[in-house]
């Protein structure tokens, strides 16, 4: 979570809106940036801006309430409208995220009791996006990122001609390619495994949550003069 948001605000005759001296302050660490905006009257047309994470001022990240660990690195977006679409490049040069001790713990979902009935609507029926509204595509430049974990230390990139691509019209569709690069090492029932090869994550815009992955890594306690390798080819599920 970040909270604390501080920043000047300048906002020029010709439109343009600089935010400048950004600081907001998370549970632990901070992140600092500045973003120009370019307006035309009240409608928007493009605006780019640049973020950092320093050492030391690591941003711990979340996901429904799950820890994912804590990053640190620099982050630089740029955004234009055309037409009736939104275009945005979200580059990260490079990343650093260190995963928690614990990554088995989770949230547990609760689902409807069936013994309890509610005879009228809670708040508001939620309204599906129309299909011809404002859509948006963010396209990730990823430079370099380094995972870091109790049973993982991995690095990985993005893909330069199918990148990370996140399309949001009346539903969020996920695509693009991700790299594996050689020089990191994964671990198994106690068992540590070298990738020595690029391997390939692959999101799959019609499954999202079940990439396609094409990863090779070999045994490091082999005994001497043998090779033990395992390589998975597939869908994840």
């Excluded at 935010?19 to 907001?24: C, N, V």
């Excluded at 990730?140 to 870091?148: K, S």
Aim: aromatic letters at 6%.
């Amino acid at each position: 979570d970040v909270f604390g948001w501080l920043l000047k605000i300048y906002y020029k005759s010709d439109g343009t809106i600089e935010l400048s001296d950004i600081r907001a302050e998370g549970t632990r660490g901070r992140i600092t940036g500045k973003a120009v905006a370019h307006m035309n009257g009240l409608r928007f047309e493009r605006a780019e801006g640049s973020f950092a994470i320093a050492k030391g001022q690591e941003i711990p990240l979340t996901l429904e309430g799950v820890p994912l660990g804590n990053a640190r690195g620099t982050i630089k977006i740029a955004a234009e409208k055309h037409d009736n679409e939104i275009r945005a490049t979200l580059g990260i040069p490079q990343l650093h995220l260190d995963l928690p001790a614990d990554s088995a713990r989770g949230v547990q979902p609760l689902d409807d009791n069936p013994s309890v009935s509610v005879s009228h609507r809670l708040g508001a029926m939620k309204e599906p996006r129309a299909a011809d509204a404002l859509a948006w595509k963010l396209v990730f430049d990823v430079g370099r990122v380094d995972v870091a974990g109790p049973n993982l230390e991995v690095t990985i990139a993005g893909s330069k001609t199918s990148p990370p691509t996140v399309v949001l019209t009346d539903a969020a569709r996920i695509s693009g390619d991700i790299t594996l690069l050689p020089g990191g090492m994964l671990q198994f029932f106690g068992k540590q495994f070298a990738i020595e090869e690029a391997g390939l994550v692959r999101l799959r815009a019609e499954d999202t949550a079940n990439p396609y992955l094409n990863v090779k890594a070999r045994w490091r306690g082999a005994p001497e003069g043998t090779s033990v390798f395992v390589e998975y080819v597939g869908n994840l599920l």
